[in-house]
């Protein structure tokens, strides 16, 4: 079953003092999976700490965002597929 979810953040900043970072969204039960924003990065998570995929929205090597993080909103698309993972980042 393949499900997506979307988002538009500005976070106040991009650190966090939590261990996993600032929850963006998280869904419970016996596999968990969220997306958090801590470090500097976008990140997915399952309930092993263990990161799936992840993009530096702090330094945006790939120039996806036209304003830093912090200043304009941008657009967070997940993507899950069975154990197959998408996350797209842009402004």
Same mark, same amino acid.
């Given at each position: ?5 979307? +988002? ?6 991009? &650190? %966090? ?5 600032? *929850? =963006?969204?998280? $869904?419970? #039960? ?5 997306? +958090? ?6 990140? &997915? %998570? ?5 990161? *799936? =995929?992840?993009? $530096?929205? #702090? ?33």
């Amino acid at each position: 079953m393949r499900r997506g979810l979307e +988002f538009w953040i500005k976070p106040d900043n991009l &650190t %966090s003092d939590a261990a996993e970072g600032q *929850i =963006i969204w998280e $869904d419970g #039960g016996g596999s968990g999976f969220g997306l +958090f924003v801590g470090g500097g990065m976008i990140t &997915t %998570s399952q309930d092993s700490g263990e990161a *799936i =995929i992840s993009y $530096d929205v #702090g330094t945006d090597p790939e120039n996806l965002l036209i304003a830093p993080a912090t200043t304009e909103f941008m657009q967070v698309v997940l993507t899950r597929e069975g154990i197959g993972v998408r996350l797209s980042v842009t402004r």
